[in-house]
């Protein structure tokens, strides 16, 4: 078992928080990395929840290679492997583990990569470094987080103003840094990343359309009110009845056609 102090996922592994990690796709989690990906490559993904972007690497890009899935939850890892089942993909394995403790040998993988890991482990600066240790030489590390100051919605109101400052305290609170894409190569540079070999970008995520505000509001009225974030909200003096008119406005959100909400992801990639 690790000794690293873990930090707690502020969503936990509510089917509102796998359901939206059960959405992401290369295509729209990780399109820096296409040009990298080649067909007979060994890739890791680390923290890759139910494993819809593995599987996607491993079945569109990387059909002569393999594509190892590390996730903490054993829970979720099963998850992960019946959706590779069902994909009929062979060339992908899950595993449980620690992302400041990889259990892989150095010089493993020729891509190694996190979406949206960083930011929720509690200290990113030793994961960055052991990603770095098991990519092999002339590899890339890869690494895409979200930034969350960058989050902007319209209508605003202020119950979505009181979610958003309760969630910063809940994730600190936890142990994690939801500000995390601005501090990516920052973090890179502290884990001993030579600079000069850092690429950094910056993508979004937009939810605007009907379908987009549906699928997007109804994931964080739920999370709201049934996820581990409740439970972090209280802790932090939250009432019952202030989460509720929350997860209302989140709704409400949803529901208003002039809706929108965009967000930003710092993107690395660092040549070992």
């Not at 993988?109 to 200290?123: P, S």
């Amino acid at each position: 078992m690790s000794s690293i102090k873990q930090a707690t996922y502020t969503h936990g592994y509510h089917d509102s928080s796998v359901r939206l990690h059960e959405w992401r796709t290369v295509a729209n989690s990780a399109a820096y990395i296409i040009p990298y990906l080649k067909p007979d490559l060994k890739i890791l993904d680390v923290g890759c929840g139910p494993g819809t972007i593995t599987i996607d690497m491993a079945s569109t890009y990387a059909t002569q290679g393999h594509v190892t899935g590390l996730e903490y939850s054993a829970e979720v890892v099963e998850r992960a492997r019946k959706h590779a089942s069902e994909s009929e993909v062979s060339n992908v394995t899950f595993l449980a583990g620690d992302a400041h403790a990889l259990p892989f040998p150095d010089g493993t993988f020729d891509i190694t990569h996190a979406h949206q890991v960083l930011v929720h482990i509690a200290d990113p600066v030793l994961a960055l470094k052991e990603m770095r240790r098991v990519t092999k030489p002339g590899g890339i590390v890869a690494s895409r987080e979200s930034d969350w100051g960058s989050f902007v919605w319209y209508p605003e109101s202020p119950e979505m103003t009181q979610w958003s400052e309760l969630y910063l305290r809940v994730a600190r609170g936890n142990g994690g840094e939801p500000d995390g894409g601005r501090r990516l190569k920052a973090w890179a540079h502290r884990a001993g990343y030579d600079t000069s070999k850092i690429t950094c970008s910056a993508g979004t995520w937009l939810f605007s359309t009907p379908e987009e505000r549906a699928f997007w509001g109804n994931i964080w009225a739920e999370r709201i009110t049934k996820s581990d974030f409740a439970k972090g909200a209280a802790m932090h003096g939250a009432t019952e009845e202030e989460l509720k008119r929350m997860s209302e406005a989140w709704k409400k959100w949803a529901a208003d056609e002039d809706g929108w909400f965009s967000l930003l992801h710092g993107e690395m990639i660092y040549r070992v």
